[in-house]
């Protein structure tokens, strides 16, 4: 009795913590989870497309870049106080000593376009971080997202290779961390990347330029033990371990701190392993008391992707997009033995027909990118008429061999999987252009509002992200502009055809916006495949 009610209790526990669509983390669910493939969100991912990947730069190693601006956005945690840690700070830091270098402005600059209302730059340098861990050494290290972004510097204390052992142990400490977990972190660090004669020529010998790093192991494009064994073993050339001035040998100190206990342990590379990822979750779960941290990202399980839902020009309804079906070797799916369809519902919540897919084959019809992670792709288009319209859908899964279908209803949510039946974003008909001249973008953006939604008198209107440049910031400001819609001079029997413009500085192009009717609402819409179109005939 006692054991079966844990168990139901477990099963609750996980039902409530499901993935519903749409999710604020589908932004980061893309660019993790789908790398490469027939659909793949690589724009961070393709930079540590090989762990030793460094973007044609000499001496750059995008992997290690990510992994050390993590560490110094984190390291001025202040666990009693509630203050700083993974908190993006490290923006507004960058002309400090302690974060001499490129690689934090690199990494900046990596994550910037990633930047939007859902995914703060803390949560995408976390990303960085689990990204790059997972390329150079299949590390798992669960990703917690909700980061918020510090809108100021951060108090200064990222260790630095002169900074004494006392008060190296005490940075640490204050910020969680004790001896132990100290030696692991540097341990863990310093097996990618090395020292830069640009940035440190006190340290690295010979001549001062780019392509001159002092890698700190043999094998600095992988994650493994080198940097322990080879400083265990007396064969490192680690250039803060070897330096003739040993005020700048911040590893031998570290490393040596507890007599080389740790350091003997982490030799095994199983527990180098699992060590490595316990203190990089810890460290990225450090974080400002105002901050609560979801659970650890889990891939979709199922989740619709629409790409098309307007208004045709004679006044039908038109839906496309695809299913994303997670076939990851423990899903217990085989992607060539299942059959995909939707259960849709119209206006009025009646069940219409279903509406089949079709299992996309280009590129092989799957993505993948992060370890075992593999997603397939069951594709949909329909025309429907406006009087039916469309109010969600619920999505059937049958495997064909054994006949057993599935109805997925979107963990319980109110609609299934939903869809505003009030509200399309008319991407035919909307634009983005850019004038060189006035450095100024303009954004046409048309929508299709149901005569049933304006009848409650609201007007219309477009609440539109502005992404604003910052001085010497690699990261925009993100502020809500909001626009009032007017009439565009078309409807139909059902819908108002509605219209706003407005005006983006030149890295503001592509970005977000919700269409807003009073409570109805279109949320997080996408500029980018606006940009540079022209808009069509209403
Ligand atoms: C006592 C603490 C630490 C000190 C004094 C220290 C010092 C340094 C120095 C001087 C560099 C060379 C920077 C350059 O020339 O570009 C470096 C690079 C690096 N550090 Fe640390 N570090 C410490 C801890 C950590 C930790 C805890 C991590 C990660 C968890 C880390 C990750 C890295 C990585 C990946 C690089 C290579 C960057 C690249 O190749 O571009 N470090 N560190
Ligand atoms: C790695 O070690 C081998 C053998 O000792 C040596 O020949 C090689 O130069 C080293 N490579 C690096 C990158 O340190
Ligand atoms: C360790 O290596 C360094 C540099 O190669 C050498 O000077 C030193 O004598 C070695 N120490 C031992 C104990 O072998
Ligand atoms: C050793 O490095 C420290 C820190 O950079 C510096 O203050 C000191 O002058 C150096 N000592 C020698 C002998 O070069
Ligand atoms: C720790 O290991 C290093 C490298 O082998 C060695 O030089 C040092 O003497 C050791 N320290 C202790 C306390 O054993
Ligand atoms: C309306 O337009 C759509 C899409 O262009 C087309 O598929 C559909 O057949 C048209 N319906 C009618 C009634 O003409
Ligand atoms: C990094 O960016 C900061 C702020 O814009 C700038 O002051 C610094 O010179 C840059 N560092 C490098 C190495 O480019």
């Given at each position: 009795?006692?054991?079966?009610?844990?168990?139901?209790?477990?099963?609750?526990?996980?039902v409530?913590?499901a993935y519903v669509w749409?999710?604020?983390?589908?932004?980061?669910?893309?660019?993790?989870?789908?790398?490469?493939?027939?659909?793949?969100?690589?724009?961070?991912?393709?930079?540590?497309?090989?762990?030793?990947?460094?973007?044609?730069?000499?001496?750059?190693?995008?992997?290690?870049?990510?992994?050390?601006?993590?560490?110094?956005?984190?390291?001025?945690?202040?666990?009693?106080?509630?203050?700083?840690?993974?908190?993006?700070?490290?923006?507004?830091?960058?002309?400090?000593?302690?974060?001499?270098?490129?690689?934090?402005?690199?990494?900046?600059?990596?994550?910037?376009?990633?930047?939007?209302?859902?995914?703060?730059?803390?949560?995408?340098?976390?990303?960085?971080?689990?990204?790059?861990?997972?390329?150079?050494?299949?590390?798992?290290?669960?990703?917690?997202?909700?980061?918020?972004?510090?809108?100021?510097?951060?108090?200064?204390?990222?260790?630095?290779?002169?900074?004494?052992?006392?008060?190296?142990?005490?940075?640490?400490?204050?910020?969680?961390?004790?001896?132990?977990?100290?030696?692991?972190?540097?341990?863990?660090?310093?097996?990618?990347?090395?020292?830069?004669?640009?940035?440190?020529?006190?340290?690295?010998?010979?001549?001062?330029?780019?392509?001159?790093?002092?890698?700190?192991?043999?094998?600095?494009?992988?994650?493994?033990?080198?940097?322990?064994?080879?400083?265990?073993?007396?064969?490192?050339?680690?250039?803060?371990?070897?330096?003739?001035?040993?005020?700048?040998?911040?590893?031998?100190?570290?490393?040596?701190?507890?007599?080389?206990?740790?350091?003997?342990?982490?030799?095994?590379?199983?527990?180098?392993?699992?060590?490595?990822?316990?203190?990089?979750?810890?460290?990225?779960?450090?974080?400002?008391?105002?901050?609560?941290?979801?659970?650890?990202?889990?891939?979709a399980d199922i989740r619709p992707?629409?790409?098309?839902?307007?208004?045709?020009?004679?006044?039908?309804?038109?839906?496309?997009g695809?299913i994303r079906i997670r076939?990851?070797?423990?899903s217990g799916r085989?992607?060539?033995d299942l059959k995909v369809s939707l259960l849709p519902t119209d206006?009025?919540g009646q069940s219409i027909q279903e509406i089949t897919t079709?299992?996309?084959?280009?590129?092989?019809?799957?993505?993948?990118?992060?370890?075992?992670?593999?997603?397939?792709?069951f594709?949909f288009?329909?025309?429907?008429?406006?009087?039916?319209?469309l109010s969600g859908f619920n999505i059937k899964l049958t495997v064909p061999?054994s006949g057993l279908s599935t109805t997925y209803d979107n963990a319980g949510a109110a609609g299934g999987f939903a869809l505003?039946?009030?509200?399309?974003?008319?991407?035919?008909?909307?634009?983005?252009?850019?004038?060189?001249?006035?450095?100024?973008?303009?954004?046409?953006?048309?929508?299709?509002?149901?005569?049933?939604?304006?009848?409650?008198?609201?007007?219309?209107?477009?609440?539109?992200?502005?992404?604003?440049?910052?001085?010497?910031?690699?990261?925009?400001?993100?502020?809500?502009?909001?626009?009032?819609?007017?009439?565009?001079?078309?409807?139909?029997?059902?819908?108002?055809?509605?219209?706003?413009?407005?005006?983006?500085?030149?890295?503001?192009?592509?970005?977000?916006?919700?269409?807003?009717?009073?409570?109805?609402?279109?949320?997080?819409?996408?500029?980018?495949?606006?940009?540079?179109?022209?808009?069509?005939?209403?």
């Amino acid at each position: 009795m006692q054991r079966s009610l844990v168990a139901s209790l477990a099963l609750l526990g996980s039902v409530s913590a499901a993935y519903v669509w749409p999710s604020t983390q589908d932004p980061i669910d893309d660019l993790l989870y789908l790398q490469s493939g027939y659909i793949r969100f690589g724009s961070l991912s393709d930079q540590v497309s090989s762990c030793g990947f460094g973007a044609g730069s000499p001496g750059i190693q995008k992997s290690a870049e990510w992994v050390r601006t993590a560490f110094h956005d984190a390291a001025t945690h202040d666990a009693a106080a509630g203050t700083g840690g993974v908190d993006g700070s490290i923006q507004y830091e960058l002309e400090r000593p302690e974060n001499l270098g490129a690689a934090l402005n690199h990494t900046l600059a990596d994550i910037s376009s990633s930047v939007n209302v859902h995914s703060s730059a803390a949560d995408l340098l976390s990303l960085a971080l689990v990204i790059a861990v997972a390329r150079c050494g299949d590390l798992e290290v669960p990703l917690r997202l909700g980061r918020k972004d510090a809108t100021e510097a951060g108090i200064k204390g990222v260790p630095e290779a002169h900074t004494d052992l006392e008060t190296t142990r005490n940075r640490f400490q204050i910020a969680g961390f004790n001896e132990a977990d100290m030696i692991t972190l540097v341990a863990c660090g310093h097996t990618l990347g090395g020292v830069h004669s640009v940035d440190h020529p006190e340290i690295v010998t010979g001549t001062v330029d780019p392509a001159n790093v002092a890698r700190f192991d043999n094998t600095t494009d992988k994650f493994d033990t080198k940097v322990v064994t080879e400083y265990l073993d007396n064969s490192s050339r680690n250039p803060l371990l070897r330096n003739t001035n040993d005020t700048l040998n911040s590893d031998k100190r570290v490393f040596a701190a507890d007599g080389n206990v740790t350091m003997n342990k982490l030799a095994d590379a199983t527990y180098y392993k699992a060590q490595c990822e316990s203190v990089f979750t810890r460290m990225l779960d450090l974080v400002p008391s105002d901050v609560t941290l979801s659970e650890p990202l889990q891939p979709a399980d199922i989740r619709p992707y629409i790409t098309k839902y307007q208004l045709s020009s004679n006044g039908s309804v038109e839906l496309a997009g695809r299913i994303r079906i997670r076939t990851s070797p423990d899903s217990g799916r085989v992607a060539t033995d299942l059959k995909v369809s939707l259960l849709p519902t119209d206006r009025n919540g009646q069940s219409i027909q279903e509406i089949t897919t079709t299992a996309a084959t280009a590129k092989g019809g799957d993505s993948f990118g992060y370890l075992k992670e593999r997603f397939n792709w069951f594709e949909f288009s329909k025309v429907l008429p406006a009087t039916t319209g469309l109010s969600g859908f619920n999505i059937k899964l049958t495997v064909p061999s054994s006949g057993l279908s599935t109805t997925y209803d979107n963990a319980g949510a109110a609609g299934g999987f939903a869809l505003n039946p009030d509200i399309t974003f008319q991407q035919p008909q909307s634009c983005v252009s850019f004038d060189s001249a006035t450095n100024k973008g303009t954004l046409t953006l048309t929508t299709a509002i149901s005569k049933k939604a304006l009848a409650s008198g609201a007007t219309p209107q477009v609440r539109l992200v502005q992404r604003i440049d910052q001085p010497r910031n690699f990261i925009p400001k993100l502020e809500q502009q909001v626009i009032q819609m007017t009439p565009a001079g078309k409807e139909t029997a059902e819908y108002v055809y509605y219209r706003a413009t407005g005006t983006v500085g030149r890295n503001g192009l592509q970005t977000t916006f919700d269409v807003e009717v009073g409570e109805s609402k279109l949320l997080f819409q996408e500029t980018t495949a606006l940009v540079g179109t022209t808009c069509g005939a209403l």
